[in-house]
């Protein structure tokens, strides 16, 4: 029998309950055959040993008991027969915050942003090409074989191609206002896995990926790289409908002249062959975990958006000399329009929202009337025909607003992407490692879309979310903790530990 001791961290594996009293090792598993309540015996709760707990140990001749970091590895009882329990890898997690903090403070310095007010850094730029440069060397220098899809997607694995891995990235490009975090802090996070991974021995077999152009910031298409991989994307598109915001020229040329081999494009859903699942950690860019008090959320699933603009054609006319009852303002069944969004979003619930983030009225001159008027609309859910029945909805009533006002009005779609489940079996390992931390965390879904929405269908797929403070996003007053990151870190590593 062994005692352990009050406090007594556990060690990484896998604890399979069963019934009895004895441990024994098999292969990657610790098989404990639980005692019975009525024994007297305190018991273990989640991976700490509450008290000092005796325990048979039935060892293969020759193996050196269990141990990680130096720190005494704990097989504990319990009174449920029949519970797989996962044990935690002991993670330094203010050494993994401080390597983080490192990286993101570096990578928001001038050699990779194009501005000093914000982080600007979209595809193909100098300063991205640094930051694909920066986790190039990291990863190196632990290591990983990196590479570039034929796009420019980062990819870094610690195994030959061929071989299965588990995935875990985001991207490092930005919003146009962008601040330091979204996007980058989980690609850091994604490194600090695979550095403590290498570090603890535990040799997990890893692919780390950062996707190419996720904010539409550099050609005005969200997920583009994560598109292009799924075989999202059309070659027309890339060759003439996909053009840069700054200099009208086409997706295709630009990767051209970065060096890229976008005739290639195809090849790039390859890069999932291996994987045996991904996990993509990201700010929330909400304030749902802060408001609760949770540093942790775990994502069940990604909300689905229809993208689209409705014009209203009316007729332009002096400002002055034109009586209200003569007028065809397309103003006004806009501002109705806006307004009636927001009723809808409202009563179809399950998470639905709503958004009218652009207006325009043209000719834009304070003395006319306009003759046309375009909003946008954003509206998402989880919940798909809750947010596609609240678009189309949306898009009938502009019509007959405008019809009513002697007017027209029509609705154009930019994207739609569907909602996303997202693995349960992945999703309940990073439940399980969450819940081994102690820490506070919530299951929740997925209001912004993610380059994880392309990876779910062809990948076992699932996110986690860190708080960012107030929910600020996409500003230069973006903030999230490099310790709550650190966090993140160690419940994805221990969830891999347990997947594979």
């Given at each position: 029998?062994?005692?352990?001791?009050?406090?007594?961290?556990?060690?990484?594996?896998?604890?399979?309950?069963?019934?009895?009293?004895?441990?024994?090792?098999?292969?990657?598993?610790?098989?404990?055959?639980?005692?019975?309540?009525?024994?007297?015996?305190?018991?273990a709760?989640?991976?700490?040993?509450?008290?000092?707990?005796?325990?048979?140990?039935?060892?293969?001749?020759?193996?050196?008991?269990?141990?990680?970091?130096?720190?005494?590895?704990v097989?504990?009882?319990?009174?449920?027969?029949?519970i797989?329990?996962?044990?935690?890898?002991?993670?330094?997690?203010?050494?993994?915050?401080?390597r983080?903090?490192?990286?993101?403070?570096?990578?928001?310095g001038?050699?990779y942003?194009?501005?000093?007010?914000?982080?600007?850094?979209?595809?193909?730029?100098?300063?991205?090409?640094?930051?694909?440069?920066?986790?190039?060397?990291?990863?190196?220098?632990?290591?990983?074989?990196v590479?570039?899809?034929?796009?420019?997607?980062?990819?870094?694995?610690?195994?030959?191609?061929?071989?299965?891995?588990?995935?875990?990235?985001?991207?490092?490009?930005?919003?146009?206002?962008?601040?330091?975090?979204?996007?980058?802090?989980?690609?850091?996070?994604?490194?600090?896995?695979?550095?403590?991974?290498?570090?603890?021995?535990?040799g997990?077999?890893?692919?780390?990926?950062?996707?190419?152009?996720?904010?539409?910031?550099?050609?005005?298409?969200?997920?583009?790289?994560?598109?292009?991989?799924?075989?999202?994307?059309?070659?027309e598109?890339?060759?003439?409908?996909?053009?840069?915001?700054?200099?009208?020229?086409?997706?295709?040329?630009?990767?051209?002249?970065?060096?890229?081999e976008?005739?290639?494009?195809?090849?790039s859903?390859?890069?999932?062959?291996?994987l045996?699942?991904?996990?993509?950690?990201?700010?929330?860019?909400?304030?749902?975990?802060?408001?609760?008090?949770?540093?942790?959320?775990?994502?069940?699933?990604?909300?689905?958006?229809?993208?689209?603009?409705?014009?209203?054609?009316?007729?332009?006319?002096?400002?002055?000399?034109?009586?209200?009852?003569?007028?065809?303002?397309?103003?006004?069944?806009?501002?109705?329009?806006?307004?009636?969004?927001?009723?809808?979003?409202?009563?179809?619930?399950?998470?639905?929202?709503?958004?009218?983030?652009?207006?325009?009225?043209?000719?834009?001159?304070?003395?006319?009337?306009?003759?046309?008027?375009?909003?946008?609309?954003?509206?998402?859910?989880?919940?798909?025909?809750?947010?596609?029945?609240?678009?189309?909805?949306?898009?009938?009533?502009?019509?007959?607003?405008?019809?009513?006002?002697?007017?027209?009005?029509?609705?154009?779609?930019?994207?739609?992407?569907?909602?996303?489940?997202?693995?349960?079996?992945?999703?309940?390992?990073?439940?399980?490692?969450?819940?081994?931390?102690?820490?506070?965390?919530?299951?929740?879904?997925?209001?912004?879309?993610?380059?994880?929405?392309?990876?779910?269908?062809?990948?076992?797929?699932?996110?986690?979310?860190?708080?960012?403070k107030?929910?600020?996003?996409?500003?230069?007053?973006?903030?999230?903790?490099?310790?709550?990151?650190?966090?993140?870190a160690?419940?994805?590593?221990?969830?891999?530990?347990?997947?594979?």
């Amino acid at each position: 029998m062994r005692q352990l001791a009050a406090g007594t961290r556990a060690f990484a594996g896998l604890v399979s309950i069963a019934g009895g009293g004895k441990v024994m090792e098999t292969a990657h598993q610790l098989v404990v055959l639980t005692r019975k309540p009525e024994d007297g015996r305190e018991r273990a709760r989640g991976c700490e040993v509450l008290a000092a707990l005796e325990v048979a140990l039935g060892l293969p001749e020759g193996r050196a008991n269990p141990c990680l970091g130096g720190r005494p590895g704990v097989l504990f009882g319990h009174n449920r027969p029949d519970i797989r329990v996962p044990l935690v890898a002991t993670v330094d997690r203010a050494g993994s915050a401080e390597r983080i903090e490192r990286d993101i403070e570096t990578l928001a310095g001038p050699d990779y942003t194009l501005s000093s007010e914000a982080i600007r850094r979209y595809a193909y730029t100098r300063v991205y090409r640094n930051t694909l440069d920066y986790f190039t060397r990291e990863l190196e220098a632990i290591g990983f074989e990196v590479y570039e899809d034929p796009v420019g997607t980062l990819v870094a694995r610690n195994r030959p191609r061929g071989e299965n891995v588990f995935g875990v990235g985001s991207h490092c490009d930005s919003n146009r206002n962008g601040g330091k975090y979204d996007g980058t802090m989980g690609v850091v996070t994604a490194l600090e896995v695979c550095r403590l991974n290498e570090e603890l021995g535990l040799g997990l077999a890893l692919q780390l990926v950062s996707f190419l152009e996720e904010e539409g910031s550099g050609f005005g298409q969200m997920l583009l790289g994560s598109r292009i991989m799924a075989q999202r994307v059309a070659e027309e598109e890339l060759k003439q409908s996909f053009l840069a915001i700054d200099d009208g020229r086409s997706f295709w040329e630009h990767a051209k002249e970065a060096g890229y081999e976008p005739e290639r494009w195809r090849e790039s859903i390859h890069v999932l062959d291996d994987l045996d699942g991904w996990i993509e950690m990201h700010i929330e860019q909400a304030r749902v975990l802060q408001d609760t008090g949770n540093r942790i959320g775990i994502v069940t699933a990604i909300a689905g958006y229809v993208h689209g603009d409705i014009t209203v054609h009316g007729r332009a006319d002096h400002a002055g000399a034109t009586p209200m009852e003569f007028r065809l303002d397309p103003g006004l069944p806009a501002a109705e329009c806006v307004l009636e969004l927001e009723r809808l979003a409202r009563a179809a619930g399950k998470g639905t929202v709503g958004t009218v983030g652009e207006i325009e009225l043209r000719p834009g001159i304070i003395n006319v009337v306009p003759a046309e008027a375009r909003f946008s609309l954003d509206v998402r859910g989880v919940d798909e025909e809750a947010f596609r029945g609240v678009a189309g909805e949306i898009a009938s009533f502009a019509e007959e607003a405008a019809r009513k006002r002697g007017m027209k009005a029509a609705f154009k779609e930019r994207q739609m992407l569907p909602a996303t489940p997202l693995d349960g079996r992945i999703v309940s390992a990073l439940e399980a490692a969450a819940s081994s931390t102690d820490e506070p965390f919530m299951l929740m879904p997925s209001g912004a879309a993610h380059d994880t929405m392309c990876i779910a269908d062809q990948v076992p797929s699932a996110m986690v979310f860190v708080p960012c403070k107030d929910g600020i996003s996409h500003s230069p007053l973006e903030e999230a903790s490099s310790d709550d990151a650190a966090l993140a870190a160690e419940i994805i590593l221990n969830a891999i530990r347990t997947l594979s």
